[in-house]
């Protein structure tokens, strides 16, 4: 069985922004029928696709239930769809609505306030996967996370302290931004945690060798 370790920058305007997230793909025997994929967790569930077991639900890889285009096709399906998926589906602005049947509270009060909340929660755990993987950087990949998270680390802290001034999840150096359901500004909950865990990401940097102010 071949093995492909992949890696996919948290998009910009998503509670993942700015983190790496590591994925191993195991090609069978008869690929190209679908791949079996292992996502390096770091024993944080920070998205309802992504387990702590490293578990990825997803209809490509018919870990979900799907049909047509959803599922894997061996006569079209790509690695690269499979990537693409990952970054555009899982790792989304609004990954709440990703949990099963949540799809139908979307654009509703109640619904998108959750998804606020949950987008606040993800993103504390993405800081403390930033520090998993500082701290244990996958086989091959550590010079790779090293000088990732040089270049971002003062983007990274400087949205950090956008969020303890308010401004929401996403949307740091926005403070002009209103989400769906009309709220301004994240929670004083998130601060509190968030206040809580920046040194720590301060000092993971530092231990890593990275100034942050580079």
Same mark, same amino acid.
């Given at each position: ?26 090609? @069978? ?41 959803? %599922?894997?096709? @061996? ?8 990537? =693409?998926? #990952?970054?555009?589906? %899982? #790792? ?31 993103? =504390? #755990?993405?800081?403390? /996967? ?23 680390? @003062? ?19 926005? /403070?002009?931004?209103? /989400?769906?359901?009309?709220?301004? /500004? ?11 865990? =920046? ?16």
């Amino acid at each position: 069985m071949d093995l492909l370790r992949a890696c996919i920058v948290g998009a910009a305007g998503t509670p993942y922004h700015d983190n790496l997230f590591f994925f191993d793909i195991f090609f @069978p025997p008869d690929y190209p029928h679908e791949p079996s994929v292992h996502y390096h967790s770091g024993g944080l569930r920070l998205n309802p696709n992504l387990y702590e077991t490293g578990k990825v639900c997803l209809s490509l890889l018919k870990t979900w239930a799907g049909t047509g285009n959803e %599922v894997w096709n @061996p006569e079209g399906s790509t690695i690269l769809q499979l990537l =693409l998926s #990952l970054q555009a589906l %899982v #790792l989304n602005e609004k990954p709440y609505f990703n949990e099963a049947g949540y799809d139908k509270f979307v654009g509703k009060a109640d619904g998108e306030k959750n998804s606020i909340t949950y987008n606040e929660n993800a993103f =504390l #755990l993405s800081c403390k /996967s930033m520090m998993y993987i500082l701290h244990k950087p996958p086989k091959h990949f550590e010079n790779f996370v090293k000088e990732h998270f040089t270049r971002l680390a @003062p983007h990274i802290l400087g949205a950090c302290n956008a969020y303890l001034g308010g401004d929401l999840v996403g949307h740091a150096g926005d /403070s002009t931004y209103i /989400s769906d359901d009309g709220c301004k /500004s994240c929670s004083t909950g998130f601060k509190i945690m968030l206040g809580k865990l =920046l040194p720590k990401l301060v000092a993971a940097f530092s231990e890593a060798g990275i100034a942050r102010g580079q």
